[in-house]
């Protein structure tokens, strides 16, 4: 509530200052003392009863930088390759940060909804070929060079070959699948969740709900994250035709955010996807997460009402002045 009380000129006016304070996150979650590990990952900042998941806020602050900067610089970006590189520049050390905890999957996910904005941006199809292509070859190169990322390619190319190591996951994610056939062994009747299927309540939420709801009740989820994502690219074109161009490439950003975060979570937990630890929206436990996907929603529901009451001013006008001409025509002598 109170973020959609804040109108989005705020944060456009906030966004340089916003994207420190990532900076700021990325550094101290990597300070000894100060981040907390887990199962070998620094990605939490540990204040006192609560854990604070750095990368969930790096999110939302790279995307409202980068709709700042294409506010300021959209010719620049539409006509010359630098333009364009910008911000990719600047975010490659942001990059950097994640890797180091490591988040790779924060990685991708903000990357390609910062490639999304920029194209809807206009920017030149060859020059975004080019940097998109760059991008996916340095990926590959960053799981290929560690061991640990190519046990998971290898554990989703054939999980059964190591059911007990590196396929473990998921393996026990799709014996939930099978389990759930189509219409699920009931709410809270799991049994993968209880003694099976590591990180359940997170990762692997997807696989509990279609043990649980079964196909029927999958394709329901999806369905309400496809309507989620289509709405809101919605709201971010209205705003673009309305000229309000911060809340339409923060909104095209954070509406990619949603979805490509989902996908990610629901191929994984399918095994269409190598093993990556994303949150399925609005579903996974997790305070950050949970906090930070409010936060977007809440976003794109400000730029929808301030949608509407841009709509609704020249209307206003438009009728008062209709008014004031018919109040005029009344004044005028009968002859």
């Known amino acids: 509530l109170l973020v959609y009380q804040i ?5 456009e006016r906030s966004s340089g200052a916003l994207l420190i304070i990532a900076y700021i996150l990325l550094a101290l979650v990597l300070m000894p003392g100060i981040g907390k590990t887990v199962n070998g990952s620094t990605r939490w ?5 609560i854990n604070i998941q750095v990368s969930e806020i790096v999110k939302v602050c790279a995307l409202m930088y980068v709709a700042g900067y294409l506010v300021r610089r959209v010719d620049e970006v539409r006509q010359t390759f630098w333009g364009f590189m910008k911000p990719v520049v600047v975010l ?3 990059v950097l940060l994640l890797l180091r905890q490591p988040d790779f999957g924060a990685v991708v996910v903000i990357m390609s909804a910062v490639f999304t904005m920029l194209f809807l941006a206009g920017v030149r199809l060859t020059q975004f070929l080019l940097v998109v292509g760059g991008s996916v070859g340095s990926a590959y190169l960053l799981v290929a060079s560690s061991e640990y990322r190519m046990k998971r390619v290898m554990g989703y190319i054939d999980p059964w070959a190591d059911q007990y ?4 996951q998921l393996v026990q994610s799709l014996i939930a699948f099978g389990r759930g056939e189509w219409t699920g062994v009931g709410l809270g009747n799991s049994i993968q969740k209880l003694f099976y299927l590591p990180e359940a ?5 997807f696989a509990v709900l279609a043990e649980e709801l079964g196909l029927v009740g999958n394709l329901l989820v999806i369905g309400l994250f496809v309507m989620l ?3 809101a690219f919605g709201v971010g074109r209205r705003a673009e035709l309305l000229g309000n161009l911060f809340n339409a490439y923060l909104v095209y950003g954070l509406a990619t955010l949603i979805g490509l975060q989902a996908l990610v979570n629901v191929g994984v937990a ?3 996807l190598p093993t990556k630890g994303l949150t399925l929206p609005f579903i996974s436990y997790g305070g950050s997460s949970l906090i930070i996907m409010s936060v977007v929603l809440a976003l794109i529901m400000r730029a ?5 009451a841009n709509s609704a001013a020249p209307q206003k006008k438009s009728s008062g002045g209709r008014k004031q001409k018919v109040a005029g025509a009344r004044k005028e002598p009968v002859l």
């Open 304 to 308: 929808d009402m301030e949608n509407q």
């Open 229 to 231: 994502v289509v709405v």
């Open 165 to 168: 190591s590196s396929g473990y």
């Open 92 to 94: 490659s050390v942001m």
């Open 201 to 205: 309540h997170t990762d692997f939420v």
């Open 7 to 11: 109108p989005l000129a705020v944060w």
């Open 270 to 272: 399918s095994g269409l």
């Open 45 to 49: 900042i540990h204040l006192g009863p």
